[in-house]
């Protein structure tokens, strides 16, 4: 049996049901998602910037099979989906984590309704997956500026070249 955190979710009911009493309590719900593949300078960043936008902050990743579908190269991810969460779920600045095999995280941010989506600036409000449903809902959709030179292929490409 591996062990687990009580951050990691098995079900959109279950982190429900959770995100409810932290709105009753009048606590923020960030929402992002990603692969997370290997943990990185860039990723604690965004992350930590994510955070501070609200009082919780709800991670989605993607699961090993949808991230094969994301055309990250076919080794890709290094890091299967239970250790990218666990990582995650380490951090202290995470309240939460839950994993999604659909093409996007529409699915869980309809059933979460997050106060606030987050993304990369390398989107646009305009192509951010679940923007409508949040903003429908008098929610924020923001961009969170990230941090140049690192990203998880290159750390990848650095480790092949030597």
């Known amino acids: 049996m591996k062990p687990t955190s009580s951050k990691i979710y098995n079900s959109i009911e279950n982190?429900?049901?959770k995100v409810e009493i932290w709105k009753f309590n009048n606590q923020n719900v960030v929402f992002t998602n990603g692969c997370f593949?290997?943990?990185?300078?860039?990723?604690i960043d965004y992350l930590e910037k994510s955070a501070a936008l609200g009082?919780?902050?709800?991670i989605g990743v993607n699961t090993d099979a949808s991230v094969k579908t994301l055309n990250?190269?076919?080794e890709r991810p290094?890091?299967?989906e239970y250790a990218r969460m666990r990582l995650l779920a380490a951090l202290s600045f995470v309240d939460a984590v839950i994993l999604f095999g659909e093409p996007t995280p529409l699915e869980i941010i309809t059933a979460l309704k997050p106060n606030i989506l987050v993304k990369g600036n390398d989107y646009t409000i305009e192509n951010i997956v679940g923007a409508d449903v949040v903003l429908k809902n008098g929610g924020e959709v923001k961009?969170?500026?990230?941090?140049?030179g690192y990203s998880t292929t290159k750390i990848i490409d650095k480790i092949l070249k030597g």
């Open 15 to 17: 982190l429900q049901k």
């Open 55 to 58: 009082k919780k902050l709800v």
């Open 37 to 43: 593949d290997i943990l990185h300078l860039g990723h």
């Open 143 to 148: 961009t969170i500026e990230l941090v140049e």
């Open 78 to 80: 290094i890091n299967d």
């Open 72 to 74: 990250k190269g076919k």
